[in-house]
């Protein structure tokens, strides 16, 4: 059986494109069956079969593209007077360090070839030679940011030639950038299906995950040797994690948090899938680089919210078997504190609020006993080993 099904596809910031594709029963590809899972699912995912991945080849000509195109809009750009005055005030400010170079320009500083380069074009500018400055313009990587900025001052009303040739050269950008980002959506799918979320849904993950792409493409720089998957890998994660972090929760959380949550997960899915017992917080905690404390604080932070309009909330109040247990309990505690030695039991009472229900310091246990606090925290442990006694603890355990 077969349906059509309609889907929205982001392929720009701004633009969305109604696709119709077929639904099949089934997906030929059984790594994606958690995608096929829903019917727009199988909708994106018969649409991306469609899609053949870039090679290196036409991953280079579609970045020389974009690049050739920018040197077009700085080309364009230079042809006003005004704007051509104030790139070369830009460039000397840099030189002088009044402004940070990576702000103006594509620049490294292992670049030694933009270093070369730079240097040449400020003796240039310093020296008057204008035959040598165009020259040395055309192969200045202007940072992309700057350059839309003063695309923007030029007016059609006043220099329409050049700002015809932005526009031709922004619309070349755009397009590219989009063919980037259209190749590469398998990405965002993989990588949405290895990062599970309980509040976001799949699909909802792969369009954050797009969104990181068209980050990515706007930032890629080929020159720097990387493929674009790997450099977009990090964007599409850094979308996924963000998106879950604003509109998962009914409470905000911070990213980190949830990073935090998710290595524990992690962990946890780990040590299932090796070991039969359950693992402790300790270990826990150990794999996934944090603390013990930490990982309370961020289980605490990730629990399911309650409306208060739920007809389903369980009552708090303990029922009159758990009143009572926790009174027996209660009991056989008291009277094991009680076995022990007279300064033994009394921190024990102070520090864990035993009989007013109010718990003290150790600095302030201290200072009843006119003790160190080290003293203190000797006499606890001891108090607490002695407690730990098999015997003890199974008279605890009995009730």
């Not at 349906?3 to 910031?13: E, I, M």
């Not at 204008?130 to 990587?141: A, F, G, T, V």
């Not at 493929?227 to 409470?251: K, L, P, S």
């Amino acid at each position: 059986m077969t349906t059509p099904q309609h889907l929205s596809l982001y392929t720009s910031r701004h633009d969305r494109v109604e696709v119709c594709v077929t639904v099949k029963a089934s997906v030929p590809n059984a790594s994606l069956s958690q995608l096929a899972s829903s019917r727009a699912g199988q909708s994106y995912l018969a649409e991306l079969q469609s899609i053949a991945p870039l090679t290196r080849e036409e991953e280079w000509q579609l970045a020389l593209r974009i690049e050739n195109s920018e040197q077009a809009m700085l080309q364009a750009i230079l042809e006003v007077p005004d704007l051509a005055r104030q790139v070369c005030s830009l460039l000397l400010a840099a030189a002088d360090g009044q402004q940070p170079i990576h702000q103006l320009l594509e620049y490294s500083q292992n670049d030694e070839v933009a270093h070369a380069r730079l240097r040449r074009l400020v003796s240039a500018l310093t020296s008057r030679n204008n035959d040598n400055i165009s020259e040395l313009l055309q192969n200045i990587r202007f940072h992309r940011k700057r350059l839309e900025d003063l695309a923007n001052q030029v007016h059609p009303e006043t220099h329409p030639e050049a700002a015809a040739r932005i526009a031709k050269a922004r619309r070349t950008i755009q397009t590219t950038k989009r063919e980037l980002v259209r190749r590469h959506l398998w990405l965002a799918v993989r990588i949405a299906i290895r990062l599970p979320s309980r509040r976001l849904d799949l699909l909802d993950r792969i369009q954050e995950g797009n969104l990181g792409l068209m980050q990515a493409a706007d930032r890629f720089q080929v020159r720097k040797g990387v493929r674009f998957a790997t450099y977009a890998a990090f964007w599409v994660r850094r979308g996924i994690h963000r998106a879950t972090a604003e509109q998962g929760y009914c409470v905000r959380l911070p990213v980190q948090v949830l990073e935090a949550a998710y290595r524990a997960e992690q962990s946890q899915r780990r040590h299932d899938a090796k070991h039969p017992d359950p693992a402790s917080e300790q270990h826990i905690a150990q794999s996934a680089a944090m603390s013990v404390e930490r990982l309370r604080e961020v289980k605490r932070g990730i629990g399911d919210s309650v409306s208060i309009d739920d007809h389903d909330i369980a009552d708090p109040m303990p029922s009159v078997e758990q009143q009572i247990g926790d009174w027996q309990r209660v009991q056989v505690l008291h009277a094991q504190v009680a076995s022990l030695d007279n300064r033994e039991k009394r921190v024990l009472t102070l520090r864990y609020g035993l009989e007013s229900g109010e718990e003290l310091s150790r600095e302030d246990t201290a200072n009843v006993f006119r003790l160190t606090t080290e003293r203190i925290r000797q006499l606890e442990n001891q108090a607490l080993q002695r407690l730990q006694h098999p015997c003890r603890k199974t008279l605890l355990l009995a009730v």
